[in-house]
Every structure is written in structure tokens, then in C-alpha cells.
């Protein structure tokens, strides 16, 4: 019932920038830790970024100093500012949630995944 659902990515030359955007939608009671993974051909999937409900994050140290994690809580919606873009950063990025709905304890969810790709 819950729904992720990624948007903000594309093609972009190193050195830009592009900005995620996850909407968590449906019978929502609380959403406590967001985050983002990515995931290359070839290669595990990792964690890029995460947020908690209070806003204490964590970064890859791949990440650090280049992309910045956020949230609205209003709008449960988390989002993921990338700068600095380097071909390495290309993979599918996945948005992810500890949600809580009523009636149920917490589960994880993960969004459909959205293409980012940087050209050298």
C-alpha cells in the first residue's frame, strides 16, 4: 500500500549537479530513517545517504562534501542534492524508508530506482 516513488535523474557532465527527490505516499503512521542507495553495473548496492526523522544523516564517505541529504517531513519527502558529479556516481538510485503504518510495526520499503548517469 505504501509507495516510493523516485524522480530527479537523468544525464548530466561531471562536474554538475542534480537533485533527487523521493515521495513516500499511502497509509503512512510515521517514517523514521530515509535514504538513498545506489547501485552500478557490476557492484553491490550501497548506501549514499541516510537521514533519520530528527535529522541526523550519514554518508558514504564517497559522498561527503559533495552530495546533501534532506527531508520534509510534511511532504514525506526526502531528497538528495548532488554536486560535483564524478563518472563514478553513475548507477540506479534507490530511495528507501522505515515506515510505519497503522495497525503495523515498522517495515522497510524501497522506491522504483531512478538513472543517473555522468559523462566524462
Known amino acids: 500500500q505504501v509507495q516510493l516513488v523516485e524522480s530527479g535523474g537523468g544525464l548530466v557532465q561531471a562536474g554538475g549537479s542534480l537533485r533527487l527527490s523521493c515521495a513516500a505516499s499511502?497509509?503512512?503512521?510515521?517514517?523514521?530513517?530515509m535514504g538513498w542507495y545506489r547501485q552500478a553495473p557490476g557492484k553491490q548496492r550501497e548506501l549514499v545517504a541516510a537521514?533519520?526523522?530528527?535529522?541526523?544523516?550519514n554518508y558514504a564517505d564517497s559522498a561527503k562534501g559533495r552530495f546533501t541529504i534532506s527531508r520534509d517531513n510534511a511532504k514525506n519527502t526526502v531528497y538528495l542534492q548532488m554536486n560535483t558529479l564524478k563518472p563514478e556516481d553513475t548507477a540506479i538510485y534507490y530511495c528507501?524508508?522505515?515506515?510505519?503504518?497503522?495497525?503495523?510495526?515498522?517495515?522497510?520499503?524501497w522506491g522504483q530506482g531512478t538513472q543517473v548517469t555522468v559523462s566524462s
Open positions: 499511502g497509509s503512512i503512521f510515521s517514517i523514521n530513517g
Open positions: 537521514i533519520t526523522n530528527i535529522g541526523i544523516t
Open positions: 528507501n524508508a522505515d515506515i510505519r503504518t497503522r495497525g503495523s510495526w515498522s517495515d522497510n520499503y
